[in-house]
């Protein structure tokens, strides 16, 4: 238990979490090279700003769990190329083939990368909901990563996951037991959960975020995300959370920085509507608590006007 204490403790450290380089991992087109959270789950972090050309789309995480019967992937990756970066860093690893992807939703850096699997004839797994969302807007999605990547982008193209399912899918896999789970709600469409409980760790994909400020879409629940946040993603009662953005740490930081922040935000905005006052009153309410994260001046007055929409129709 000290050595997994103090490789916990090393990963979280604000030392390791220098966002401001343009490339962590000059030798890969990962942003970051993969560390291993616990035994046999790796994670690569991205980095916690847009898709850049220096990052190479790489700007969410991406996470695998070395079975013993095979390499399960969490999140495709932006781009082939990224994706192929990723399995070029699990073959350095194991031997083991990758037997399955999984698509944390249906955004861009979740699913574009699914052109690489899907040469390779990996099964590749996704929410109903994110299905429909990819089919909806991923050429949008591919368009935005050919303009932002370039060269990098090439070889991409929309492939949709080969698999669906609608609440939960259970895996048995050498030493791992893996439930993915749809809890409810949260930041887009078919947000899905990877819990192992042997291990008490969930990749919690974007319900979950550290480091920097969640970013609240057009399509994102902000009330249901703080009730799926509590009566879903808190019953994990994981010890260890891989969250979508940011680097590994525990249930208390990432409902410090995505649960509490919705329910900050949504209070401010509901002191708006209440004073009667609109959308542009809304879109200056304080954030300030949150000015340290990551993001925070991209994001905060579009937030704040996102969940004053969401707020007038409730």
Known sequence: MKRLAALFF??????????????????SLLYSAPIEVIPNVWSAIGQTSAMTYENAGHNNNLSFIVTGEGVVVVNAGASYKLAEALHDEI?????????????????????????YWAKLDVPILAHDDADVDFSRHGYNHLAKAKKRLKDRAEGTEVVPPTETFDEKKNYKMGKFTIRVRRVGPAH???????????????????????????????????????????????????LYVIPGHGHPTNMAQVRR??????????????????????????????????????????????????????????
């Open 10 to 27: 090393a990963i979280t450290t604000p030392a390791l979490a220098n966002q401001s380089i343009p490339d962590q991992y000059p030798d």
């Open 91 to 115: 073959k350095q690893i194991t031997d083991e083939p990758v037997v399955l992807v999984i698509n944390e939703n249906g955004q861009g850096h979740a699913m574009l990368g699914n052109s």
């Open 188 to 238: 887009a469409p078919g947000d899905i959960q990877v819990w192992l409980p042997k291990q008490r760790l969930v990749i919690a994909g974007d319900i979950a975020v550290h480091e920097r400020l969640p970013e609240i879409l057009e399509t994102s629940h902000s009330s249901r995300w703080v009730e799926t946040f509590d009566e879903g993603f808190e019953q994990f009662k994981a």
């Open 257 to 314: 920085y995505t649960r509490e922040y919705l329910a900050y935000l949504r209070g401010k905005v509901r002191e708006v509507i209440k004073a009667g006052d609109g959308l542009a009153e809304a879109y200056y309410v304080d954030q300030s608590p949150y000015k340290r994260l990551d993001k925070f001046k991209d994001l905060a007055t579009r937030n704040a006007g996102q969940v004053f929409q969401h707020m007038e129709w409730e």
